[in-house]
């Protein structure tokens, strides 16, 4: 099922003019390709990731942050990844597998190593050696996007990137804090692009400024690995049949959807957008809807409406009435700060629609427009981007 984005300019001098639009023309502007994941793309382990981690003093230390993934495998694909890893992480050409093992095997972990480990944003990965193999295997060949004198450079980047994010953090910043924050970080910074040579690894949605979504997924999982939040990445296909690679975060046992990608769309205009829309959201909200997943392994089950981004930061609304004043409250204090992005959400299909209608058909646009331009001379006026599946009203502001 498609997601209907309807664009409205309410302008300050009262004028609305409607453009309808597709979640495929929005997302077609950040994909135009239509393909956002290869199936492999061209690019010893006790089940953790070893992470180093600021204690807020300035001081490292050592977190360590559970494998989803590698703690379902069997032993024997354990082994595998085990060796795997160690070798990519050593650069070296070719892995010995100690035996022989199924070509399928061999390549589903393969795989897994792949997208699940970001901190090995070298590895460059192909399908090629595993559709010309046998049934089985023994050794693997390994290639490397960059050598390793260029690699120790981009850590050190990657590394700066993730203390320009810890900076950021709130006072007492919980797990939902940090992973807000990583989110807008890596959006309010990345372009999607499919061509830029960092696009699918973590350094291009950090550091690089360009990304695709294998870069996006990889660029949280490497800052949540930092801090300390487990996380996994799930791929498979968006409702159109195009591939797709998005996130899961556990935060107080629980997992939760994130689609960097997904919430950093660009309008018709070009204009780059920061949307909260698939930030913590249950699979129930996207699986079969607009998120197919197709993984090498059974993904956690996010089930939990816990944590809610607009609850979180009080954007949430019960009512018609709530969410009309939500929005004019927001709207008028965004305007105010001269920031350009307004979000809200409403419970259900029911206040949605209402608060559209009084918004819209009943000229409720008409007074936020008033008062904000009086708290911001330049304003000029808002554009309105609804999300119907999950009830969401964005405004995007402008300014003169």
């Excluded at 192909?126 to 450079?153: H, I, P, W």
């Excluded at 913590?280 to 993984?295: E, G, Q």
Aim: charged share 25%.
């Amino acid at each position: 099922m498609k997601k209907r984005i309807l664009s409205i300019i309410l302008a300050a001098m009262m004028t609305v003019v409607f453009t309808a639009c597709s979640k495929t023309t929005t997302d077609d502007a950040n994909n135009p390709s239509g393909n956002d994941t290869p199936a492999v793309t061209d690019s010893v382990n006790s089940g953790e990731t070893d992470a180093p981690s600021a204690d807020g003093n300035g001081a490292t230390q050592t977190v360590s942050v559970p494998k989803y993934v590698y703690n379902t495998l069997p032993d024997e694909e354990k082994a595998i990844y085990d060796k795997i890893l160690t070798a990519v992480q050593n650069f070296e050409t070719e892995v010995d597998l100690g035996g022989e093992y199924p070509t399928e095997v061999v390549l589903r972990t393969y795989k897994n190593v792949f997208f699940q480990e970001p901190e090995i944003f070298w590895f460059y990965a192909t399908n090629e050696q595993f559709s010309s193999a046998g049934d089985t295997m023994s050794k693997v060949a390994l290639q490397y996007r960059y050598d390793q004198a260029m690699c120790e450079n981009m850590k050190k980047s990657l590394q700066n990137s993730l203390n320009d994010i810890e900076k950021q953090f709130p006072e007492n910043a919980t797990d939902v804090d940090k992973v807000i924050t990583i989110h807008d970080y890596i959006i309010n910074r990345t372009v999607f692009s499919k061509d830029d040579i960092y696009s699918k690894n973590a350094y291009g949605a950090l550091v690089g400024g360009y990304s695709q979504c294998e870069g996006y997924a990889k660029g949280l999982a490497y800052a949540c690995n930092y801090f300390g939040i487990e996380n996994v990445r799930i791929t498979g296909n968006k409702y159109d049949n195009n591939s797709h690679a998005w996130s899961k975060v556990k935060i107080d046992g629980k997992w939760y959807n994130v689609d960097v990608t997904w919430d950093d769309p660009e309008s018709s205009n070009g204009e780059q957008l920061l949307r909260h829309n698939y930030l913590f959201v249950p699979d129930s909200a996207i699986n079969d809807i607009t998120h197919i997943v197709i993984c090498d392994f059974v993904p956690p089950v996010a089930d939990s409406a816990d944590v809610d981004y607009f609850k979180h930061k009080g954007l949430y609304a019960n009512t018609k009435e709530e969410a009309v004043s939500l929005l004019h409250d927001h709207i008028v204090e965004q305007a105010k700060n001269g920031e350009t992005v307004c979000q809200v959400k409403c419970a259900n299909e029911e206040v949605y629609k209402a608060a559209l209608d009084e918004l819209i058909q009943k000229g409720g646009h008409q007074k936020i427009s008033e008062d904000a331009k009086a708290q911001n001379s330049q304003f000029s006026s808002f554009g309105l981007m609804n999300d119907d599946q999950l009830y969401i009203i964005h405004f995007n502001i402008k300014y003169n």
